[in-house]
């Protein structure tokens, strides 16, 4: 089966060179220290190369940071348009199953990641670090780099629960994001979700996320009281 342009760039060989270093470098880095807490002098002695020769090739911390989420981020992302789309094409106008749109949104990423994995190891902490990190550098990164995933998203999810208050659909997106660093961290344990090679069993982890994202996003309340608190 011919690959998708998304999944073909997560599996495209590394050059090996300088920039491809500092990029495996930074990500390793920023998941263990945060953006703050990691300088390009330690970016550029970890990538085994100089000070100028970070700065030549990104210039700053911020564009390293950039380059290193763009790396991750964009094949998962348009992977999501991919299937959304499709999904869209079929249902010719209809609104989609939650479920299907859930499954579209969470499975991209363990595809991508598995396909990574073929030639190189994700830092587990990046994910976790990232949606943590309070620097406003990377706040505003995270909001540039989701907002066209969240502007496509979001409206389906509307459409398919019309009778959803849309404000609690935001936010349940949002925590179903929450449950997929969690995994992507390496935090979910149980026997129950290990792999015949002793590993995490990340098919079997993306189906119960599925189902526990689309049970979560369908009881979302209908209407949100004045209070704010659960009607009584």
């Known amino acids: 089966m011919a690959q998708t342009p998304a999944l073909a760039q997560a599996t495209a ?3 090996g060179d300088t920039r491809e270093r500092l990029l495996d470098a930074a990500e390793r880095l920023f998941g263990e220290n945060g953006f703050d807490g990691t300088s390009m002098r330690a970016l550029a002695r970890a990538a085994g190369t100089g000070l100028s020769a970070a700065n030549y090739h990104f210039g700053s911390k911020e564009a390293l940071l950039t380059a290193v989420m763009l790396r991750r981020i964009n094949p998962v992302n348009e992977l999501r348009m991919q299937r959304l789309e499709a999904l869209e094409a079929q249902a010719g106008g209809a609104p989609l199953r939650v479920e299907a749109i859930v499954d579209a949104y969470l499975r991209p990423v363990f595809e991508i990641r598995a396909a990574f994995i073929q030639r190189d190891s994700p830092s ?3 994910a976790a670090r990232i949606y943590s990190d309070p620097s406003q550098a990377v706040t505003k990164l995270k909001r540039e780099l ?3 995933v969240q502007a496509r998203f979001l409206p389906a999810l509307q459409r398919a629960l019309p009778q959803r208050d849309p404000r609690d659909l935001e936010v349940a997106q949002q925590l179903t994001t929450g449950l997929l660093v969690h995994v992507l961290s390496g935090n979910v344990s149980g026997s129950g979700l290990a792999g015949p090679d002793g590993g995490h069993d990340y098919g079997r982890i993306l189906c119960q996320l599925v189902d526990f994202a689309t049970a979560g996003l369908t009881s979302a309340p ?7 608190g659960r009607p009584a």
Do not use: E, K, Q
Request: charge should be positive.
């Open 13 to 15: 060989p590394g050059a």
């Open 222 to 228: 209908a209407t949100r009281p004045a209070s704010g």
């Open 146 to 148: 989701f907002v066209g």
């Open 124 to 126: 587990p902490w990046l």
